[in-house]
């Protein structure tokens, strides 16, 4: 072809592909299309802000995540995880993983007992409780998500030389 017709754009070609005539080169796991519950959702918290919002209360400082401009946060109280609508929404994009992790869950202490402490150990900055653990697997089993979530690795969950110990993930 000369060089001039190969720089000129194709008018009037029409090519249709047929799918189900391609030979398959790989699959994906049904649950590909995932979401993303932060921890701190589900926990309750300091978190972002809606768009528009004017509330002003910000986190306390002990909350605040480095880099981050605290007035961009507020209170969130705890997502309600057995919201019906929520649950026939999120049913409809199953199979999933649900990934229940987040920055927050990085310094969460998980209170495996049925009355948390009031306020996080030294070397955490969140609890999240047994309920709303149990409120997560309800949530993944209503909707057939698989949970997937992270450890904490704050220095609440570290020895004295700094190095991250397991006896928290094993819980």
Do not use: C
Not at 96 to 115: E, H, K, L, P
């Amino acid at each position: 072809m000369p060089p001039a017709l190969a720089q000129q754009p194709a008018s009037g070609l029409r090519t249709a592909v047929d799918s189900a005539r391609l030979r398959r080169v790989g699959t994906i796991d049904p649950r590909f299309q995932s979401y993303n519950v932060e921890m701190i959702e589900v926990m309750g918290g300091a978190f972002w802000k809606p768009y528009g919002s004017t509330i002003s209360a910000s986190p306390a400082s002990h909350d605040a995540q480095l880099g981050i401009n605290v007035s961009q946060f507020e209170y969130r109280p705890p997502i309600d995880l057995a919201n019906a609508r929520l649950r026939l929404l999120a049913r409809a994009l199953g199979p999933a993983y649900i990934r229940v992790a987040g920055t927050w869950a990085n310094s969460v202490y998980f209170a495996d007992s049925d009355t948390p402490p009031a306020k996080a150990p030294d070397g955490f900055r969140g609890v999240l409780t047994r309920q709303q653990w149990r409120g997560v697997i309800a949530f993944a089993r209503a909707t057939d998500a698989k949970i997937m979530t992270s450890f904490a690795i704050s220095p609440g969950v570290r020895n004295r030389s700094g190095a991250w110990t397991q006896d928290m993930a094993r819980h």
